[in-house]
């Protein structure tokens, strides 16, 4: 089995930046894919970004590009969030998939974390 911890949420202004992590733990796990989505009040889970353990261009949704950067550091992944927007208020969820593959799909991810809350005032 393998957990997932989050961490680094909270509260900042419009135009702020925020990062939050994600620690994997458990069984080894090192040869797969992690991702970020987040879920904001009524709406559907949703990709924000994800990155292989091979080292391959990291995938993110469009909203996000040239503003949110994913990377990682073993088993730990970080993504960091900059000129953030009210629209980027969620839960954001960190993911890992068996298959080292940058999955925009939240079904192929096999373990997910509890969420961190990302609150974005204007």
């Known amino acids: 089995q393998v957990q997932l911890v989050e961490s680094g949420g909270g509260l900042v202004q419009a135009g702020g930046s925020l990062r939050v992590s994600c620690a994997a733990s458990g069984r080894t796990y090192s040869s797969a894919a992690m991702a970020w989505f987040r879920q904001a009040p009524g709406k559907e889970r949703e990709f924000v970004a994800a990155?292989?353990?091979?080292?391959?261009t990291p995938e993110y949704t469009d909203s996000v590009k040239g503003r949110f950067i994913i990377a990682r550091d073993n088993a730990t992944v970080n993504l960091q969030m900059s000129n953030l927007k009210p629209e980027d208020t969620a839960v954001y969820y960190c993911?890992?998939?068996?298959?080292?593959?940058?999955?925009?799909?939240?079904?192929?991810?096999?373990?997910w974390g509890q969420g961190t809350q990302v609150t974005v005032s204007s």
């Open positions: 990155i292989t353990w091979s080292g391959g």
């Open positions: 993911a890992a998939s068996r298959s080292d593959i940058p999955w925009r799909e939240s079904g192929m991810y096999d373990y």
